[in-house]
């Protein structure tokens, strides 16, 4: 089903957006002073005032780009979420063969490149385990950065956004130094610091196969001038080892991101650790979090659990003990489409229609979240002005 009228941003609110979205850069904070600052400054939960750096609390934060309107992690995609005025935009890193990092959610480009349609890399289709999981396809390390930018990027889900499939071959695969490249560029342009939000991908992975993330991801976080605790920068991962390894060489914000809460984080599957997300969320988790991250971000679940009709049960107190910790929250991931939205804020019985996503954000906000991945950052935006204004 095609419904351009009600994914196409409006200018209404884009330039709404992008008045929501201007933000400063204060100075840094200790991780065990913020909860107290977040208290003092926004009264936990009412939509307003700043929190970590000088961001606006809860903030907006651009899931891969715009990815709900554009093929994801493509400048095009990051573009678009910035005019919007998302308040911090995110790329997911995985290197090339020489060593290069570049933006894509995960290693295997089968989905989200035309590489398939390439006869002169048909020899390059593969199976790997990667963290445990066999996969066929075509995967960035074992092209170079020039090959890769050969290629063109486009939208992962088809089926789903098809209005997104319009902008196909349209993009290259960015390197993450282009990305920092045009973050400085329309910083400087707008008078304001571009914030990012960083993952790490499968590093234990990499680093086996003598591509280490961490290393060179510090490198051009130093060249760039993203290093330091008060840059206008988050380090996320959902392997905690990874986080201590950036920990130990640069400054800059971290984030442990946190799974179901059944499931393992790979790095202690290797290791032998048995501790679950379960474990990392109680009280010891998130002081042992705390001691070397500044954030978590757990997945919508883990705030507020879905019954067994897929609506929203009963909240569960990690906001409140994260908090207590002096951890800030930026969960995962809001998006508009009825297939991705909890059962009670679906609307009609088309899966890839929008649903009301404005209650959902609603629901999240009120347990005092510090801010949100979404796909859409103008919906996101405007909910959040909505909650602020009560």
Not at 146 to 152: D, I, M, Q, V
Not at 169 to 179: D, L, M, N
Request: charged share 25%.
């Amino acid at each position: 089903m095609t419904q351009g009228a009600d994914r196409t941003p409006g200018r209404r609110t884009v330039l709404g957006a992008a008045v929501l979205g201007s933000a400063s850069l204060g100075l840094g904070v200790a991780p065990a002073a913020h909860a107290q600052e977040r208290h003092a400054a926004d009264g936990r939960g009412q939509g307003h005032g700043s929190g970590i750096h000088g961001l606006p609390v809860p903030t907006v934060i651009a899931h891969r780009g715009a990815s709900g309107y554009r093929p994801e992690h493509t400048l095009g995609s990051y573009q678009l979420a910035l005019d919007m005025g998302a308040h911090v935009i995110e790329q997911d890193l995985v290197p090339t063969k020489d060593g290069h990092l570049v933006c894509r959610h995960e290693n295997d480009i089968t989905g989200t490149t035309d590489v398939s349609s390439r006869p002169e890399f048909a020899s390059r289709r593969t199976t790997k385990t990667v963290d445990g999981t066999s996969l066929t396809g075509w995967f960035t390390e074992d092209f170079t950065l020039a090959e890769l930018k050969t290629l063109r990027a486009k939208e992962r889900i088809p089926g789903t956004r098809q209005e997104n499939t319009l902008y196909d071959g349209r993009w290259e695969i960015p390197s993450f130094e282009e990305v920092l490249r045009w973050a400085d560029e329309e910083g400087h342009r707008r008078g304001a610091p571009v914030w990012l939000h960083v993952e790490t991908k499968h590093p234990t992975y990499f680093r086996g196969i003598g591509l280490g993330l961490e290393e060179r991801l510090a490198k051009l976080l130093r060249r760039y001038g993203r290093h330091r605790a008060n840059s206008p920068v988050f380090l996320q991962s959902f392997e905690p080892s990874s986080i201590q390894r950036l920990a130990k060489l640069v400054a800059s914000p971290r984030v442990v991101l946190l799974s179901a809460a059944g499931t393992r984080p790979w790095d202690f599957v290797q290791a032998g650790d048995p501790r679950t997300v379960a474990d990392l969320v109680k009280p010891e988790g998130l002081r042992w979090i705390a001691s070397y991250a500044q954030g978590i971000g757990p997945t919508v679940d883990l705030i507020i659990p879905k019954n067994a009709s897929g609506a929203l049960g009963t909240p569960t107190t990690l906001v409140r003990d994260a908090h207590a910790e002096g951890l800030i929250l930026h969960p995962y991931t809001m998006r508009n489409e009825n297939s991705f939205l909890p059962a009670d804020f679906r609307r009609g019985t088309d899966p890839n229609a929008y649903g009301d996503a404005f209650g959902a954000f609603k629901a999240y906000f009120a347990q005092g979240i510090d801010g949100i991945f979404t796909d859409n950052p103008d919906t996101g935006l405007l909910a959040r002005t909505d909650f602020a204004a009560g």
